[in-house]
């Protein structure tokens, strides 16, 4: 998968914006939207959040978690806030500092998931269980981790082969 | 979007060899110490060091794998096929002590497939053979991801240099997911430098136009 179609998932999530015109509900095949009054906080798409926030029709209110004391372990969503920073740094505070503790938080995630990719195939097992990992996260390490496990398969393959044959010829 | 417009085929690394693979034809041509097993009439032209019309009986000379595992049968013994010393007790012992520090492109390139086309022959170290594949793969598992998912924008030929065909291909899918993020990371920027381009060639041409 491409990270542009990650960031276009990504759009799907949620945001609260506080709007600043008035429209009545809006019915999508994608679901309904609205109604817009000035200043009443609703949530929407952040593709839609993204659209009016560009055209200037409202204020993106920041998700909770998009705060620098609370940037700490909790999970997050890498495509959305890159989104976000970039499109709306004017409504969320500290952005900069945002910025740099979400690398950082990837950094030490991505350091994180390598050294459990290593371990799971040090212990030659045959399922693990990723939890708490963004799609981007998974996204990146993806192919690598898939044709590897190939690779181990076929030579794990060859052990059962190797010994089935020598069985064979016991007898 | 993903701009690949060619997909070779892949090793068979396995037992199976992929017959369309050009790595697996390339393979084939590793040459494997033998021992005939019988005489092989008027065929002493190939063997350059003697001067006999036949090969004899417990000729030891080597021959190409396609070949050895053509003449290969467990009924009728043609010939034997010995192991090359990669894959012998000594080597294997030095896999197994530190896989990093041997380099497999040297003992190889083909050190994963071959290994396991020699399971085709048996021989009483087949297990052993498997299993230490399986752990030099293992141990030399963490060193080719690190190295491919850090090594971003940089000459890679010092890392993969010593890498077995097998793990170079690893490496180039673990780069090709390091770079798909990159460039989606840096996707803003470079946006901007290209309008900005544009924006000075419109210039010029209202300057050209004005004077």
Known sequence: MDPLEVEFLAEKETVKIIPNFSLDKIYLIGGDLGPFNPGLPVDVPVWLALNLKQRQKCRIVPPEWMEVEKLEEIPFSMGLTKLLLTHASDNIPKADEIRTLVKDIWDTRIAKLRLSADSFIREQEAHAKLDNLTLMEINTIRTFLLDSLNCMYKLRSNLQQGSSKGQFSNY | ?211
């Open chain 2, 1 to 211: 979007m993903e701009s690949q417009s060619y997909f070779p085929v892949q090793p068979g690394v396995g037992v199976e060899e992929n017959f369309l693979s050009l790595d697996d034809i390339l393979l084939t041509h590793e040459r494997l110490p033998v021992r005939t097993e019988c005489t092989f009439p008027r065929l002493g032209f190939l063997d350059k060091s003697s001067d006999s019309q036949d090969i004899t009986e417990g000729t030891k000379m080597e021959l190409p794998l396609w070949l050895s595992k053509g003449l290969y049968e467990r009924k009728r013994r043609v010939l034997s096929v010995e192991m090359p010393k990669v894959y012998r007790e000594g080597w294997r012992t030095v896999f197994t002590a530190d896989p990093n520090v041997v380099d497999l492109h040297k003992m190889g390139p083909y050190y994963y497939g071959l290994g396991s086309q020699l399971l085709h022959f048996d021989s009483p170290e087949n297990p052993d053979i498997a299993q230490a594949l399986l752990q030099t793969f293992i141990g030399r598992f963490r060193r080719t991801m690190d190295s491919s998912q850090n090594a971003y924008n940089e000459d890679t030929s010092a890392l993969v240099e010593r890498l077995d065909s097998l793990e170079k291909r690893l490496f180039k899918s673990g780069q090709s997911g390091l770079n798909g993020f990159q460039s989606w990371e840096k996707g803003q920027a470079a946006q901007l430098t290209a309008s900005s381009l544009v924006l000075n060639y419109r210039k010029r041409k209202m300057m050209d136009v004005q004077s």
